[in-house]
């Protein structure tokens, strides 16, 4: 089930930081077999229409990154459902902090065609402009590779050089717009003098418009809740 086109668990099993000897590590793997059963994941799995009988998981290990800076990335807004563009959360130290909800992260939206950043809103943003264009690259990578807008967490890591310090912790799929039928914005039935003179000037009623096709088209395809990796 977690994962899956039309569900994920995310935020709903339990995640494990700094975990150090091989016995540590099989009993927390036993440990995140069994947050699969608590009352949380059970509700989760019958709202969902899944059977929790049938739900089965497989843990992820992965080596502790040192993180400068960590957080989310959405390769479609996750406030609108706007897939021309990327929005990115991140925080210093550990994601873990901006997965719960525990802090206010930092914000930027990136235009997907032309990668446009939108200026930060604070004195010292814990990623870089060049940071955040790499993060939107590499988010656009993966969505091309997957066909679908995904849900990405990722670390800074201190201890590698500037331009190898980007680490891709998990992707998913993203499923709450992704679930909803996606109405292109311009319809190409409609002439592009057309719907040029509607953007402009209101008209057209509702009608909805999608990229007039060739080369020229660029990619269109919390809180968040987020489950961590073991």
Known sequence: AE???TASFAGEFESWLDVATAEDVVAHVHRCWGSAFTARALGYARAA????AGIEMAVVVQKMVRARAAGVMFTVSPVTGDRSRIAIEASWGLGCAVVGGEVTPDRWVVEKVGLTVEPA?????????DQVIALAR???QIERAQRCPQDVEFAIAEDLPAGRDLVLLQRRPETTWSAR??????????GLTSWISDAVT????????APVAGPSSGDHSHGTDHE???
């Open 202 to 209: 209101g008209g057209g009623g509702t009608r909805t418009l």
């Open 181 to 190: 039928p996606h109405v292109p914005r311009f319809a190409a039935a409609h």
């Open 49 to 52: 229409g899944l059977d929790p």
């Open 121 to 129: 809103r604070w004195a010292r943003p814990c990623l870089t402009d």
């Open 3 to 5: 994962d899956s086109a």
């Open 228 to 230: 961590d990796t073991a």
């Open 138 to 140: 590499l988010g656009k």
